[in-house]
């Protein structure tokens, strides 16, 4: 069984800073390409960064030079450190990781539960 994990989400006004950290765990032979997704009230999820295993970076356009993904391979986890945060930016933020089981031939996605930001004054 794996599991994903979010944490760090909340209520930060405009311009404020918050870390996500996602952590995988249960029964995991490698973990490949690891990523961020928001959706908001009414909107499709849409991808908001993701994270390769040997670390190249790849972001949406709305978070560029404001985001930034990172990963620990040591402890299975992702984190996005979110900076100079908008009203637009509100949304329940999902992590999602393609991973091979143990005891699997193949990969299979994973998502977390989801976490809430909420950017307001």
């Known amino acids: 069984q794996v599991q994903l994990v979010e944490s760090g989400g909340g209520l930060v006004q405009p311009g404020g800073s918050l870390r996500l950290s996602c952590a995988a765990s249960?029964?995991?032979?490698?973990?490949?390409?690891m990523g961020w997704y928001r959706q908001a009230p009414g909107k499709q999820r849409e991808l908001v960064a993701s994270?390769?295993?040997?670390?190249?970076?790849n972001y949406a356009d709305s978070v560029k030079d404001r985001f930034t993904i990172s990963r620990d391979n040591a402890k299975n986890t992702v984190y996005l450190q979110m900076n100079s945060l908008k009203p637009e930016d509100t949304a329940v933020y999902f992590c999602?990781?393609?991973?091979?089981?143990?005891?699997?031939?193949?990969?299979?996605?994973?998502w977390g539960q989801g976490t809430q930001v909420t950017v307001s004054s």
């Open positions: 999602n990781a393609r991973i091979s089981p143990l005891g699997s031939l193949g990969q299979r996605v994973y």
């Open positions: 249960g029964s995991i032979f490698s973990i490949y390409a």
């Open positions: 994270i390769t295993n040997s670390g190249s970076t």
